[in-house]
């Protein structure tokens, strides 16, 4: 008898060049990120058209960024696992489905409290998609350019945050706040039967979960066109015992995970204190709805470029000491923002080197954490340190309120902001100073 020859589908990936199959997967993942970050920072956009139509005031309006950022929170905790269990491709297109809807549902709200529920379930869907669009993304990637191409495909992500910017400073004073909650929602539910006809599964995934040898091998096909995959067994990581969330923990990978969640956790309280009321801040300092909205399009704008560089620089360097100089960085131009609002061009400058260094940053820490969970944890471990820092997202969202409300002046309410900043870089340089062995992962029993 012949015997089977066996390969690990990650040892076909690194052989062969990045094909036209891979790029599609990436694309259609881009677009899914993209769109979820047009969605969330919709509501940063129409914070001030809400304030004009309905008289709130920005401690009510609070809640309304909170409860978006905590709905994101629940369905990266919930879903991650989901995706570990059913398999990444189920997860994406239903939680793009279930966005889609929410958001279109949130352009009829008649009141404040009405926005506020619906957000929160818009958030639960877009806090699933992403996750899972990164752990896809990350397991159709060669090892020598994971970085670089995680980074990329996130990159919709400010993209998709800076186009709702650009979309809100014509479309709500045409159409009104509405008109952006629609087209919101429009975009992912037409999405949805191109990601369910064209999006393969992960085919790492697949092989963790013994599925047929047949299967894999025609998702694999397209990569290794010049490899005759017929009668290969394929492996991937040995599936663990008992739940994901223990595989954090087990290995040497505690120390890691923890500075990993405290650096999710800094980055988006920083991240989103500044998405959520720069539209607003612009606007009390003198500045048009139209122009506002531009101004603080710039930050995502800043990320995008600064996302592309340090992705392609965590690549050939330390990515830890990437991470690190690129959030002290971030720190910086947040503090400038404080005396920068006297000067346009000043203050649009510090918009981008903010965004540069913090949503660029934030973009990069995923791609890491993508690479430092084994395969049967992975998605599990990008939602969970997503979920943690959505954690960090809705006290910045919510804390923004309170320091203006303290009636301190500008410079030393963007002081405060920096410090998430500082602490995000501590963060990536302990970890990078940390040497931990791969996990040990127990296998599971035989059945």
């Not at 994901?244 to 040497?252: E, K, L, S, V």
């Not at 603080?296 to 992705?311: C, H, K, P, R, S």
């Not at 330390?318 to 923002?337: K, T």
Request: charged share 10%.
């Amino acid at each position: 008898m012949t015997a089977t020859r066996m390969t690990d589908v990650q040892d076909v990936i690194d052989a062969n060049p990045l094909s036209a199959f891979q790029k599609r997967v990436i694309a259609l993942c881009f677009l899914v990120v993209a769109i979820d970050g047009f969605d969330t920072a919709a509501i940063g956009f129409i914070a001030p058209a809400l304030r004009a139509q309905w008289g709130v005031t920005p401690a009510q309006l609070a809640p309304l960024f909170g409860a978006g950022l905590f709905g994101l929170m629940v369905g990266a905790f919930v879903f991650g696992p989901l995706a570990d269990r059913w398999g990444r491709k189920p997860v994406l297109v239903a939680t793009t489905v279930f966005f889609g809807l929410a958001t279109l549902a949130s352009a009829f709200a008649t009141s404040v409290e009405m926005l506020t529920v619906l957000r929160f379930v818009t958030g639960i869907g877009l806090g699933g998609a992403m996750p899972a669009a990164i752990t896809l993304t990350s397991e159709f990637c060669p090892a020598r350019k994971r970085s670089s191409l995680v980074t990329l495909m996130f990159c919709g992500f400010t993209i998709g945050s800076a186009a709702a910017g650009l979309a809100a400073s014509h479309i709500v004073g045409a159409f009104g706040w509405q008109g952006l909650l629609v087209l919101g929602g429009v975009l992912p539910l037409v999405l949805v039967p191109v990601l369910a006809a064209v999006l393969p599964e992960s085919p790492r995934y697949l092989a963790l979960r013994q599925a047929p040898a047949a299967r894999i091998a025609a998702i694999m096909q397209p990569i290794a066109p010049a490899t005759d995959l017929s009668g290969l067994r394929f492996s991937s990581a040995v599936r663990p015992r008992g739940l994901p969330i223990a595989q954090f923990f087990r290995g040497g990978l505690a120390t890691g995970t923890l500075l990993i969640w405290t650096t999710f956790f800094m980055s988006l309280l920083v991240f989103y204190l500044l998405s959520s009321w720069l539209p607003l801040l612009i606007t009390t300092a003198g500045f048009s709805l139209a122009n506002a909205s531009l101004m603080a399009a710039t930050l995502a704008t800043g990320g995008t470029i600064g996302a592309v560089l340090i992705g392609r620089l965590m690549d050939r360097f330390n990515p830890h000491r990437v991470l690190g100089f690129a959030y002290l960085l971030a720190g910086a131009f947040v503090m400038l923002l404080g005396s920068a609002t006297a000067l346009p061009w000043l203050l649009v400058f510090a918009i981008f080197g903010a965004g540069f260094g913090v949503a660029g940053a934030q973009v990069g820490v995923n791609a890491l954490a993508a690479a430092y969970y084994p395969t049967a944890a992975r998605a599990t471990g990008v939602s969970w340190a997503n979920a943690v820092g959505r954690i960090g997202s809705v006290l910045g969202s919510m804390v923004g309120g309170f320091l203006l409300s303290l009636g301190w002046d500008l410079a030393t309410v963007f002081t405060v902001a920096a410090l998430p900043a500082f602490l995000a870089a501590l963060a990536m340089f302990a970890k990078g100073v940390t040497r931990q062995p791969m996990p040990a992962i127990v296998p599971v029993a035989a059945e």
